[in-house]
């Protein structure tokens, strides 16, 4: 399974971005869809979820700012990011938990990672 992300740039501060990630290859079965984002020196922190089933979940930071959405037929996520900040600016990555088989493991697998940088 391999996922492409698009979408990152360079934005000012109060500027939106949309990112999208497209997962390839054998997919007998997609669960959970996500973004993480990392920032120079820090960890690498969940930004939003998105169910098969379309529930969502939100880091604190971004509620009421960032939605996430997917589409299941292209087996692709979207993160729309409104109102950005210069704490924004991080890599952020993909992420999917799929089955390659229909009787194998649940697995997670990784974009490469898209830059966003929000200037002030």
């Known amino acids: 399974v391999q996922l492409q992300a698009s979408g990152g740039g360079l934005v000012q501060a109060g500027g939106s971005l949309r990112l999208s990630c497209t997962a390839s290859?054998?997919?007998?079965?997609?669960?959970?869809m996500a973004w993480y984002r990392q920032a120079p020196g820090k960890q690498r922190e969940l930004v939003a979820l998105?169910?098969?089933?379309?529930?969502?979940n939100y880091a604190e930071p971004v509620k009421g700012r960032f939605a996430i959405s997917r589409d299941n037929a292209k087996n692709t996520v979207y993160l729309q990011m409104n109102s950005l900040e210069p704490e924004d600016t991080a890599v952020y990555y993909c992420?999917?938990?799929?089955?390659?088989?229909?009787?194998?493991?649940?697995?997670?697998?990784w974009g490469q990672g898209t830059q966003v940088t929000v200037s002030s």
């Open positions: 290859g054998s997919i007998a079965s997609m669960n959970a």
């Open positions: 992420n999917c938990n799929a089955k390659k088989r229909f009787l194998g493991p649940w697995e997670d697998y």
């Open positions: 998105i169910t098969s089933g379309g529930s969502t």
